[in-house]
């Protein structure tokens, strides 16, 4: 396990979590939906300055950091979330990349609507990540 790895896990609260509903969702319906490509994304980004903190690494140092945005991703159950997507939060302006696990076309919608519960994975990695928030889906 690498070093951000156990950072991740040691900064983890130690509980179980069910899966999420999207964690049993097929990879059939997966595709379904992608196609269709709704224009609302919910989800998680990596919040690079608690990275750079908990990893004790400068904030501008973005070779470090963009390897431990890919790490924390690698690191989340693959059947924790529905994709790994690429949004603009509205009224940031910011692009950014999103650990999607809702989707729809209704911002407001999207934006009431309850995640359910989350995979330890996730939760393991909340120590680092900023949401849930709501993202216009850009890929």
Known sequence: MSGLGRALRDAAPQTKMQPSPQATENTYTRHRRSVLAPRYIKG???DRSQLAAL???DISDRLSLGEAVSE???YIDRDAYLFIGGGVRPGRG????VI??????????LRG????PLDSSIVAAMCVLEGPSVWLREA
Do not use: A, K, N, Q
Request: no cysteine; net charge negative; aromatic share 8%.
């Open 44 to 46: 998680y980004t990596v």
């Open 55 to 57: 990893l004790e690494v």
């Open 72 to 74: 924390t991703i690698r």
């Open 94 to 97: 910011v692009f950014e990349i």
């Open 100 to 109: 999607v696990l809702d989707e729809g076309d209704d911002e407001d919608e």
């Open 113 to 116: 609507r309850e995640l359910g």
